[in-house]
């Protein structure tokens, strides 16, 4: 139980300038529970640096995501950060039963995790903890694998401010 006005304080997190990433795995069994591996992406700007050494990323998913049993159970995953002109993507992979891998090219990474072609930086990690995190879990990942393509060391990243996209400068 707590005070705090959930909508209010959603409000003044949106302070916090951040960047716009999505996060991709495989999941063990489709929506029908056969066991076919479908690819499962969330947007999140949760993401966050931990460690150089050894190598360490996190971001957290809300137990409300229609991804979060694909996440919770995953042992690898990639992140995607995004530049600014991917805001519908951004979109895209921020929709519950939204066809997220039909139109966009992607190609299977480690692990057989899906990557899209096109992005600022990715990492690909295996998942090196999990916490509870109130109503979400913090996933905390080892990167074994990253790149920027020389195309988006030009590009402007993907800000997300006060609840919308913005740019640099
Ligand atoms: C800019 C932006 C950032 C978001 N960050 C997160 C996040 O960090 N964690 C999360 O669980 N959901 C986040 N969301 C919401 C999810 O993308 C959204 O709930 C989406 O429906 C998840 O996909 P799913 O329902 O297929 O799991 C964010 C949405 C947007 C637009």
Known sequence: ???IDTKE???A????????TIVTTLSDANANGDAESTPVACTANSFASVSLDPPLVLW???RSAQSFDAFEKAEHFAVHILHS???????????????????????????GVPIFDDYNTC????????YD?????I????VHKFDSSDKAKNAKPLVFYRGAYAGLG
């Open 139 to 142: 996933i905390v990942g080892r």
């Open 13 to 20: 997190l949106g302070a916090f300038v951040t960047g716009v």
């Open 9 to 11: 304080f959603r409000n």
């Open 60 to 62: 957290s998913i809300a």
């Open 1 to 3: 139980m707590t005070d």
């Open 123 to 130: 990492f690909q990690c295996s998942v090196e903890n999990k």
């Open 85 to 111: 002109a991917q805001v519908g993507l951004s979109n895209l992979c921020a929709t519950k039963n939204a066809d997220k891998f039909g139109e966009i090219s992607w190609h299977p990474g480690l692990n």
């Open 133 to 137: 995190g109130g109503d979400h879990v």
